[in-house]
């Protein structure tokens, strides 16, 4: 993205996942295979951007669900407490980002987090990162039963943030969710590296 086309938004967007957390589902992976019948590679199968998982972010599951199904594929021995922790237990803060948002709210920006997620993340993220609790509001898929890049889900960020077009900047780390934002006029960048955004946004004036 051009830092010259930038303009100020009237409201911010993030993505949650590769923007805000950095996570490492194989660390779930592994602690969940030594608790199973399965190996880490084919527990890893089952959790990361799979059909499974996109079953449960669309809502079409309840956690409960996804933990018998879980349970019947590998051979699972512990409880649904312990799997929600050690699923949850693979996320650290990315404190550029994070920092980036106190900025933008005591400017009295608001911003909102839009994200592929589930319950079961969505409950530990808030029970342990106090960032979580800093946005104006939250477009989770599963509360929505549809996934970005379906239009539909940036409908309803649109209605919910009161405005569209490029009144909202948007960072995610996928292409095809960019693409979709773009497709309706949000401003976006497409991110990778918090130092790289920050300096796209620097030379627009839109950081410190
Ligand atoms: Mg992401």
Not at 33 to 52: K, W
Not at 178 to 201: C, F, K, M, N, Y
Request: charged share 25%; net charge negative; proline share 4%.
């Amino acid at each position: 993205m051009n830092a010259g086309h930038l303009s100020v938004p009237k409201v911010v967007v993030f993505d949650l996942g590769k923007v805000l957390l950095d996570f490492d589902f194989n660390k779930a992976a592994r602690t969940l295979a030594g608790d199973s019948d399965s190996s880490t590679e084919e527990v890893a199968g089952l959790i990361n951007q799979t059909p499974l998982l996109h079953r449960y972010e669309t809502g079409l599951m309840t956690t409960q669900e996804f933990f018998d199904e879980f349970r019947g594929l590998t051979g699972y021995r512990k409880s649904l407490p312990e799997f929600c922790r050690d699923l949850g237990d693979i996320f650290t803060e990315v404190g550029l980002m994070v920092g980036l948002n106190r900025f933008w709210r005591t400017q009295g920006l608001p911003t909102y987090i839009f994200s592929n997620t589930s319950e079961l993340a969505v409950d530990h993220i808030r029970a342990s990162f106090p960032f979580f609790s800093e946005f104006t509001g939250y477009i989770l898929s599963y509360e929505h039963r549809v996934m970005k890049p379906d239009p539909r889900l940036y409908e309803v960020v649109e209605r919910t943030v009161g405005t569209s077009g490029c009144q909202i900047l948007y960072f995610d780390d996928r292409a095809e969710n960019i693409e979709t934002a773009r497709d309706r006029g949000w401003q976006v960048i497409l991110h990778d590296r918090p130092e790289e955004s920050l300096r796209i946004l620097r030379q627009a004036g839109l950081a410190p």
